[in-house]
């Protein structure tokens, strides 16, 4: 185990700083608490525990997190701590415009500031949306006291016709039938109804889903709590007892930073390996390492990842959905798994105060179609590849479980889309030259271009394209896509055209090679006409004229290391500011 020990207890707390006194400061700290009817011996010196709630009706994933937040406080309560409840900024994945990646950041910086400037010893980190579990874990490494997440959970699956209907996956799959003209609206629109049937994030392996993972195999989550559905009785214990445990957290002074250690983040992508995980994965780990200050890279991503199989059977890389992956045993089994296979750091700390292995070494899998055995994985080499060539000096990711095996080594005629209004205007113009065996190019998505780096990488197809029966084309961009997406699909090109990358210069008819067993991406022209084309080029993309637009493009790192700000980059602590008054 990584030695963690406990700090002594009793010993005073950094809420007493607040609370622990007679001097005017401390008393009209307390008094003003007192108006919402807390009892004076709340103030004893015992652990004050923030309830860091996501909440919001804009953030359907999360609109139903004020019933774990009471949940959470129960178990507070009962551990002798005193909790409370505030909200932070809550990025939404389906409402947010042009994308929530680019509030990430905001809502990272809400959570740091909240944590340090106010009365808390600990937090309970109250996630559900693809956005939400990343930053407030970015936020809670930046500070550094006891923190733990809970994770709102998936909703239950979607039916149609007799069909399961997961969660964007679904959606993607029926715009591209409409178009090739195997569906109707009429249909669609029915099908509509099924897509969201309860409360809680997608159900298919999203990146909602994929982050709940992620904090459960960095062990900042108790195990077990990634995929119990978000209307199952469970998902309230689980709150109730995270509640009690980040009581005892303080106690012992268990901080990110125990947790969050190399192992940790090495574990992390052999799980998401594993279950077939998102790209946007690869992002946000890389943003929470430099929180911590682990030297963690896309090389480690492609590395680690490499010869992991996948083993979930879920969307989009194979047939089922959250539901059935709790039913069959959820992430502890997979955890397992990897361990069985000597790819498990077993000693790794997790928010329990023990190491990994203990956690998991006795589950069962009750479901081997759901959660299969390794000779049938649904990919052999699963994990995220990274892709490099003069196309991505500082790289590109490609998922291989949700890719076509006969497009992983492919050579095209690149068809070029200068950013997403161009791709709009003329993917549908049936006079586009563009076959099955072109490569679709589209320039100026990344964090800069659009600005925010939008999933909008999974391009749809032309519709005399889709409408041979052709489902899947090479398809590269700087942009993000959805986890529930699909496709033999390269993102996150690095550096991003935004900025002058050499994604930047790709012209019509160019030929681009995708070579993804020997990640290789190359344009195949001449690096004299290259370094020609960069130096002839100028930007299309100008700098907002203020606001946190501004700031997000002055401030803004690249994809391939994670596309935090580069000033929030480390961990600046929690030491209790100079007084108010």
């Known amino acids: 185990m990584s030695g963690f020990t406990p700090k002594p207890w009793p010993r005073k707390l950094r809420s007493q700083e607040w609370f622990g006194g007679t001097s005017r400061d401390h008393i009209y700290h307390r008094s003003w608490m007192k108006n919402q009817g807390l009892p004076a011996d709340l103030f004893d010196g015992r652990p004050v525990i923030g309830i860091c ?40 994945e389906s409402a947010l415009r042009p994308t929530a990646m680019m509030y990430r950041n905001l809502a990272a910086m809400d959570v740091e500031e909240a944590l340090r400037a106010n009365p808390l010893d600990g937090v309970v980190l109250l ?28 909703m239950l699956n979607g039916w149609f016709r007799g069909e399961r209907v997961g969660s964007g996956t679904a959606l993607w799959q029926m715009s591209e039938a409409i178009k090739a003209g195997t569906m109707s609206r009429d249909d669609f629109l029915d099908a509509e109804q099924a897509m969201s049937r309860s409360p809680g994030s997608c159900n298919t392996m999203g990146t909602a889903s994929t982050m709940a993972s992620m904090a459960e195999a960095l062990g900042m989550a108790l195990s077990g709590n990634a995929a119990i559905p978000a209307v199952d009785s469970r998902r309230r214990v689980m709150a109730h007892l995270s509640g009690r445990r980040i009581v005892q957290m303080v106690k012992d002074d268990l901080k990110p930073s125990d947790i969050l250690t190399r192992r940790a983040f090495e ?12 790209t946007n994965a690869v992002i946000h780990l890389l943003a929470i390492a430099g929180r911590v200050g682990i030297d963690f890279t896309l090389e480690d991503w492609d590395r680690l990842g490499r010869d992991v199989p996948t083993i979930v059977n879920l969307m989009p890389s194979g047939k089922y959905l959250m539901e059935e992956f709790f039913y069959a045993g959820g992430l502890p089994v997979v955890i397992k798994r990897l361990g069985e296979g000597g790819l498990l750091h077993k000693d790794a700390l997790t928010v329990s ?57 492919h050579r095209g005629r690149a068809v ?30 990344g964090p800069r271009g659009y600005p925010g780096m939008a999933e909008v990488g999974n391009m749809g197809l032309p519709p005399k394209v889709l409408r041979k029966g052709i489902t899947d084309m090479v398809r590269i961009s700087d942009a993000r896509m959805s986890g529930t997406a699909y496709g033999t699909v390269v993102l996150h090109t690095s550096p991003e055209a935004a900025v002058g990358g ?48 501004q700031l997000f493009h002055d401030h803004v790192q690249g994809a391939d290391t994670g596309a935090d700000f580069d000033f929030l980059k480390g961990c600046r602590g929690s030491a209790v500011g100079r007084d108010s008054h």
């Open 53 to 92: 709630n996501t909440w919001s009706q804009l953030t359907p994933c999360n609109a139903h997190l004020r019933d774990l937040a009471e949940r959470v406080k129960h178990g507070i309560y009962e551990a002798g701590g005193l909790p409370l409840e505030f909200p932070v900024f809550s990025p939404g």
């Open 127 to 154: 996630a559900g949306c693809d956005k939400t579990t990343p930053a407030l874990l970015m936020g809670a490494a930046s500070v550094d006291i006891p923190a733990i997440l809970v994770s709102g959970g998936p």
């Open 267 to 278: 574990n992390a992508v052999r799980v998401n390996g594993a279950i077939g995980g998102s």
């Open 353 to 409: 105060g023990g190491p990994i292995w203990d956690e998991v070494k006795d589950v069962k899998n009750w479901n081997d179609d759901v959660i299969r055995p390794v000779e049938r994985a649904l990919t052999p080499q699963g994990g995220i590849a990274v892709l490099r060539g003069n196309l991505a000096p500082k790289g590109a990711v490609l998922k291989p479980s949700a890719a076509s095996p006969h497009l992983m080594h």
């Open 416 to 445: 070029v889309f200068e950013d997403i209004n161009d791709y709009k205007a003329k993917i549908n113009d049936e006079a586009l030259d563009v076959d099955e065996s072109c490569v679709l190019v589209l320039k100026n998505c």
């Open 502 to 549: 050499p994604l930047a210069v790709v012209r019509n008819g160019d030929v681009i090679e995708l070579d993804v067993p020997n990640r290789r991406l190359h344009l195949d022209i001449s690096e004299a006409e290259l370094g020609r084309r960069l130096a002839e080029w100028r930007p299309i993309v100008h700098r907002p004229e203020g606001g946190y637009a």
